[in-house]
């Protein structure tokens, strides 16, 4: 079983930048996966990193303006969002896939969650 807690979220204006982190108690074997989940919108992935081959994927929203990471050493991924949009607003949840491959990234094929940290972006 593996805790996760993310960090780093907060308030920004548009075009700002926020580094989220997610730090596990168990990490090399799993996929670490970023969601969102807005208001009255459904759970939906942002990006991954596999452990298996240290791939990522992003979203098409967040393609060219995120980037994820991970430092083995500290057992932690991050999740680097610059020129951030009012739409980006949400709550981000970090999540870990046991498979270690991350994809498909949806929610219900990740085994364990954060409790998840908000990001809010004002116009």
Do not use: H
Not at 18 to 39: E, K, M, N, V
Not at 51 to 64: E, H, I, L, M, Q
């Amino acid at each position: 079983e593996a805790q996760l807690v993310e960090s780093g979220g907060g308030l920004v204006q548009a075009g700002g930048s926020l580094r989220l982190s997610c730090a596990a108690s168990r990490f090399d074997d799993y996929a670490i996966g970023w969601f969102r989940q807005a208001p009255g919108k459904e759970r939906e992935g942002v990006s991954y990193i596999s452990s298996r081959d240290g791939s990522t994927n992003y979203a098409d929203s967040v393609k060219g303006r995120f980037t994820i990471s991970r430092d083995n050493a500290k057992n932690t991924v991050f999740l680097q969002m610059n020129s951030l949009k009012p739409e980006d607003t949400a709550v981000y949840y970090c999540a870990a896939d046991i498979t270690g491959w991350g994809f498909p990234q949806i929610p219900d094929r990740y085994d364990y969650w954060g409790q998840g940290t908000q990001v809010t972006v004002s116009s």
